[in-house]
């Protein structure tokens, strides 16, 4: 069975400061995703990441993935308070649905 | 854009009552996703469809059942409520052919007195 593991699961960052939020999975996948989450909202689809060595940028997020080592990181660049969210690994199993790990809650404190 | 319409958007029931939540893809998506989140926790995969079919089944109690219709909607069934099914029901579309990710629907939330 698929697993999904996140860490860490609660992060306070001062802004300015940079930090990786790590997402390991148990099987074999090509798709991963990270999603962000604001309290009591929908999740929000940051990236999508289909192949080996696949990394994403958008603004002061950057997200890569390792097929090999079933790991995917999303570093975060000079936090600012904006970035205050749940963020969600998610990760593609072979029947086409995704498992999520149990999410980071970053505060990011000025 | 459109996007995944989810209705009710709050829905509040007693206990051992039935609820039905309805879900409607992005146009032009072929798989529907339906999860379950509760408080401070991750979402919980209960049930897809892909073209109309069942493709996979996650946690989903004997309790709930769901169905996707030919016009791609799809509606999560509830029946004898239970305090603990009270939670954030999502659900998310994607076009599973061209590999896009999900899109998620704003929730319904579910509160079981």
């Known amino acids: 069975e698929l697993k999904v593991e996140q860490n860490p699961l609660f992060l306070s960052m001062q802004e300015g400061k940079n930090y990786t939020i790590y997402c390991n999975y148990s099987?074999?996948?090509?798709?991963l995703y990270w999603y962000r989450q604001d309290p009591g909202k929908s999740l929000e689809s940051l990236f999508v990441?289909?192949?080996?060595?696949a990394v994403k940028q958008e603004g002061r997020l950057m997200a890569s993935l390792d097929t090999k080592a079933r790991l995917s990181t999303l570093h975060i660049t000079a936090a600012v308070h904006d970035l205050s969210a749940t963020y969600f690994c998610?990760?593609?199993?072979?029947?086409?649905?995704?498992?999520f790990g149990a999410g980071t809650r970053l505060t990011v404190k000025p | 854009a459109a996007g995944v319409i989810q209705s009710p958007r709050h829905l509040i029931k007693e206990k051992r009552e039935t609820a039905t939540l309805k879900c409607y893809p992005i146009?032009?998506?072929?798989?529907v996703y339906w999860y379950q989140q509760g408080p401070g926790q991750d979402p919980q995969f209960l049930i897809s469809?892909?073209?109309?079919?069942?493709?996979d089944k996650g946690s989903i109690p004997d309790r709930f059942s769901a169905q996707q219709f030919s016009d791609y909607h799809s509606e999560l069934n509830m029946s004898s409520l239970e305090l603990g099914d009270s939670a954030l029901y999502f659900c998310?579309?994607?076009?599973?052919?061209?590999?896009?990710?999900?899109?998620f629907g704003q929730g319904t939330r579910l509160t079981v007195v």
């Open positions: 146009p032009r998506h072929d798989t």
């Open positions: 998310a579309s994607s076009l599973a052919r061209l590999n896009t990710e999900a899109f």
């Open positions: 990441l289909l192949s080996n060595g």
């Open positions: 099987t074999t996948s090509d798709r």
């Open positions: 998610a990760v593609e199993s072979n029947n086409n649905d995704m498992r």
């Open positions: 469809f892909y073209e109309k079919m069942q493709s």
